[in-house]
Each structure stands twice: as structure tokens, then as C-alpha cells.
């Protein structure tokens, strides 16, 4: 059985979740948007029910708790949290997928090791020790919305971005492709 077919219930149980949840609008109520150009938005991450709880490294070489397993995807639908010229808050809205999707070489990491290697060269150790990072860090990362009350990023703000408008493809019916759905299926 394919992995769409086997998580296509509960993918669309958290997307509709996601989108219900009026928590992460309240979250950013305090933060107003001045540029016209930006939309303010936070990727859906579907974790399957079947996912587990392990020990990873952070960015600062500790080790904290997080859900892993190996079907974890972040995927293109993100939330509006703000008001902007053509979006409202709540919206659904899709990006290309090839800018979420994926892991890359971490570039600090890889000139850290290059510096190792190199003779009469220090080696300054990066702050993000991350061998691997979500392609989406690395094509956003000047787009990456840390909230100004915490101290280091966590999780929520590796997925929350105020993205230029031109990289939202489209806005989603939500609703709409449910009603069709059901028909359908």
C-alpha cells in the first residue's frame, strides 16, 4: 500500500486540524506586518500516530526530545497567521514543494569540517552543529520568523517564515476539496 493511501485519513485529520487551530494566529497577534510584501505563514508538519519519541542534538550540541520517524514531512501548505493585501488569516496557502521538502549539508557544518582539514586555519566551531538541515532553512533562511520574546529559535520558528508574496503559489479551499472529496471517494 502506498504511503498516500495509508496516511491519506490522518494527513487530512491534521491538515484540517492545522488549519482549525486558532491558537498559532493568537500566538502572533502582537506582530504587525508593515511590509505589503510579505505574507506571514507556518508549514503544516504532518507526524504520523505511529511516531516515537527520540533523543536528537540541537543546534547548541545538547540533546532534547523530539517525535521522529521516518515518514515526518514538512510539507508545502502553510497557515497565514496575518492579515496581508491578498490574504486572511487562517488561509491555507501552497509553495513549491521543492522548497520544504528534503534535507540538505548544513554549508556551516561543511566549512567548519573544511576548516579542520585545512592547515593554518582555525576552526571555529558554527552554532547550528546540525550535519543535515531542512532545505527549507537553507532556501529561506533570510525569510525565517524567530519570535523577538525567546531567547534561540525552537521548532515552531523553523517553520514559521514571512515569505515574499511571488513564493505563495496559490491559496487552498480547504473546505471545498473536503465536500469534492467525499463525493469522489
Given at each position: 500500500m502506498s504511503k498516500n493511501k495509508s496516511y491519506g485519513e490522518q494527513l487530512l485529520k491534521g491538515i484540517v486540524d492545522f488549519k482549525n487551530d486558532k491558537s498559532i494566529e493568537e500566538e502572533y497577534s502582537t506582530i504587525q506586518i508593515t511590509s505589503q510584501e510579505g505574507v506571514l505563514v507556518r508549514f503544516f508538519k504532518f507526524?504520523?500516530?505511529k511516531a516515537s519519541e527520540i533523543l536528537i542534538p540541537d543546534m547548541h550540541g545538547n540533546h532534547v526530545k523530539e517525535i521522529g520517524f521516518l515518514d515526518t514531512v514538512l510539507t508545502?501548505?502553510?497557515k497565514v497567521l496575518k492579515d496581508s493585501e491578498d490574504h486572511k488569516a487562517g488561509d491555507l496557502v501552497i509553495v513549491p514543494f521543492e522548497r520544504v521538502q528534503g534535507e540538505m549539508n548544513n554549508p556551516e557544518w561543511q566549512l567548519f569540517e573544511q576548516a579542520l582539514q585545512a592547515?593554518?586555519?582555525e576552526a571555529i566551531e558554527p552554532e547550528d552543529k546540525r550535519r543535515k538541515i531542512?532545505?527549507?532553512e537553507a532556501m529561506w533562511r533570510d525569510y525565517m520568523f524567530v519570535r523577538p520574546w525567546i531567547y534561540t529559535p525552537e521548532d515552531s520558528d523553523r517553520i514559521t517564515y514571512l515569505l515574499p508574496k511571488y513564493e505563495i503559489k496559490t491559496k487552498w479551499d480547504l473546505e471545498a476539496f473536503l465536500k469534492t472529496s467525499k463525493k469522489g471517494g
Amino acid at each position: 500500500m502506498s504511503k498516500n493511501k495509508s496516511y491519506g485519513e490522518q494527513l487530512l485529520k491534521g491538515i484540517v486540524d492545522f488549519k482549525n487551530d486558532k491558537s498559532i494566529e493568537e500566538e502572533y497577534s502582537t506582530i504587525q506586518i508593515t511590509s505589503q510584501e510579505g505574507v506571514l505563514v507556518r508549514f503544516f508538519k504532518f507526524i504520523p500516530k505511529k511516531a516515537s519519541e527520540i533523543l536528537i542534538p540541537d543546534m547548541h550540541g545538547n540533546h532534547v526530545k523530539e517525535i521522529g520517524f521516518l515518514d515526518t514531512v514538512l510539507t508545502p501548505i502553510a497557515k497565514v497567521l496575518k492579515d496581508s493585501e491578498d490574504h486572511k488569516a487562517g488561509d491555507l496557502v501552497i509553495v513549491p514543494f521543492e522548497r520544504v521538502q528534503g534535507e540538505m549539508n548544513n554549508p556551516e557544518w561543511q566549512l567548519f569540517e573544511q576548516a579542520l582539514q585545512a592547515k593554518g586555519v582555525e576552526a571555529i566551531e558554527p552554532e547550528d552543529k546540525r550535519r543535515k538541515i531542512p532545505i527549507i532553512e537553507a532556501m529561506w533562511r533570510d525569510y525565517m520568523f524567530v519570535r523577538p520574546w525567546i531567547y534561540t529559535p525552537e521548532d515552531s520558528d523553523r517553520i514559521t517564515y514571512l515569505l515574499p508574496k511571488y513564493e505563495i503559489k496559490t491559496k487552498w479551499d480547504l473546505e471545498a476539496f473536503l465536500k469534492t472529496s467525499k463525493k469522489g471517494g
